[in-house]
């Protein structure tokens, strides 16, 4: 097949460079030159385990291109719109600039036949918009909503593998032919039984904020619990694995800890509240708001702990961070829960020094004023206290015994609940976590 990929971000590169391993012609699109550049010299401007490979196998095979022209895209018989949907500023919606932008950008290209393919997370109600320019601008071509559930640092397996495939569509002749040509772009993952849902536009778009909500609920809900044992001395990963058992529960995504942050979650429920508003069901989605609120809270409680930690203050304490990304294996910085940490100790007097595998050089470009080293030895030199909030492999595995030996004062708050209480307590550290006594 033929296809385009209009954004190329975390989702689009990424889309662009599995749909190419799959066998097919792709033209990725961005209006960002320096990222167009790198892509095209098989770099990933951001890290993602698999993706460098990729780059360079599909252009290596000339049937990856990469540019900031869109008229190039006219090929194409598919257009993926792969475009960021991010926080509007001051307000909980979502900012659609970016998909108008790409959905005006495709639409003269368009030839009979052709299929949109939407994968932005969307507020529900802009898939039937675009379906609607896109019958204007070319009555032969199809809308298809098909949201991505991609997972950063798993974005190359979740590509590949999916674990469903929902298709947005009307019930019309064209709109089956349509789904047909998007069967091919997936024949593989389908041939390998991946389940497809097809179902109507207001559906494939709610999937995806529905799947993120239920995500973060599952993740408020044990941190909810981590403020019950706190208070009463129980231990909240016991708690997790003693409910996990219940195949009806289950243990994934109840790890308790600083909480939930990333380019998705947060900003998809509350851009889903928003739109719940606009709907006239905002009650429906109240819950969100403590979701919301109890995830903001554990950023608090983690400052919390580290002043109390620091004999009731922090001001010109040296507090070691290990972890600036969101979570482990990815170098995405937005809204992340460890960063947000480090920069509230040091904007209240502490001096704070942040580490990170790969998160450092946007760390850096974020929050400036923190101090960054590349090496956990040198981030916790000195150090008073250390927060663990990312739980890179490499910090999980940290040994406490030789760690001592660098620390000026042998304190952890473990902000992932991810390491043994009782090996670092054994090697003589005062170990804290949040919902652990
Ligand atoms: C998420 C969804 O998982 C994915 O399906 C969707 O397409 C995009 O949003 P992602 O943002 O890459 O993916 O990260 P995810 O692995 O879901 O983690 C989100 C956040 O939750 C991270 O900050 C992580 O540390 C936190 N988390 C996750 C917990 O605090 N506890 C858990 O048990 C699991």
């Given at each position: 097949m033929r296809i385009s990929v209009f954004g190329c971000g975390y989702l689009g590169a990424v889309h662009a460079a599995c749909m190419t391993r799959l066998g097919h012609d792709v033209i990725g699109v961005d209006v960002i030159p320096e990222h167009i550049a790198a892509l095209s010299r098989g770099e990933a401007p951001f890290y993602e385990p698999g993706l460098p490979d990729l780059l360079a196998e599909g252009i290596a095979t000339g049937r990856l291109v990469f540019t900031t022209?869109?008229?190039?895209?006219?090929?194409?018989q598919i257009h993926f719109i792969c475009v960021g949907t991010p926080q509007k500023a001051g307000e909980?919606?979502?900012?659609l600039t970016y998909v108008e932008s790409a959905v005006t950008a495709i639409l003269p290209l368009l030839k009979p036949g052709d299929v949109v393919v939407g994968k932005s997370t969307v507020p529900v109600g802009t898939a039937e918009r675009i379906a609607e320019r896109v019958r204007m601008a070319q009555p032969g071509a199809e809308l298809i909503w098909n949201p991505e559930f991609l997972r950063e640092g798993f974005a190359v397996e979740d590509t590949l593998k999916p674990d469903r495939l929902v298709y947005g569509m009307a019930q019309t002749d064209s709109a089956r032919a349509a789904a047909a040509l998007l069967d091919e772009v997936y024949a593989v993952a389908l041939a390998d039984g991946t389940p497809k849902v097809e179902a109507d536009l207001a559906t494939a778009q709610l999937v995806k904020v529905a799947a993120n909500s239920f995500l973060s609920t599952k993740i408020s809900f044990i941190n909810a619990m981590a403020e019950l044992c706190e208070a009463t001395g129980a231990d909240v990963s016991l708690l997790a694995d003693a409910i996990g058992h219940d195949a009806r529960i289950?243990?994934?995504?109840?790890?308790?800890?600083v909480g939930f942050g990333g380019g998705c979650l947060p900003k998809d429920i509350r851009a889903f509240m928003a739109r719940a508003g606009e709907l006239g069901v905002d009650q429906a989605l109240s819950f969100l708001r403590e979701v919301d609120s109890i995830n903001m809270r554990r950023r608090v409680r983690m400052v919390d702990l580290a002043r109390e930690e620091c004999g009731g203050s922090i001001v010109g304490r040296r507090i070691a961070v290990l972890g600036?990304?969101?979570?482990?294996?990815?170098?995405d910085i937005r809204d992340s829960p460890a960063l947000s940490v480090a920069a509230q100790m040091q904007l209240q007097g502490a001096r704070v020094t942040v580490t990170d595998p790969k998160a450092i050089d946007n760390a850096r470009k974020k929050w400036p004023e923190l101090s960054f080293a590349q090496t956990v030895a040198d981030a916790v030199a000195g150090a008073e206290v250390i927060l663990l909030l990312t739980e890179w492999p490499e910090y999980v595995g940290l040994d406490p015994v030789e760690l001592r030996e660098r620390v000026a004062v042998p304190r952890i708050i473990d902000g992932r609940n991810c390491l043994d209480p009782v090996a670092w307590r054994a090697a003589g550290w005062t170990y804290r976590a949040l919902g652990r006594p």
């Open positions: 022209d869109q008229s190039r895209a006219a090929d194409a909980y919606a979502a900012d289950g243990r994934r995504f109840l790890n308790a800890g600036a990304a969101f979570k482990p294996d990815s170098d």
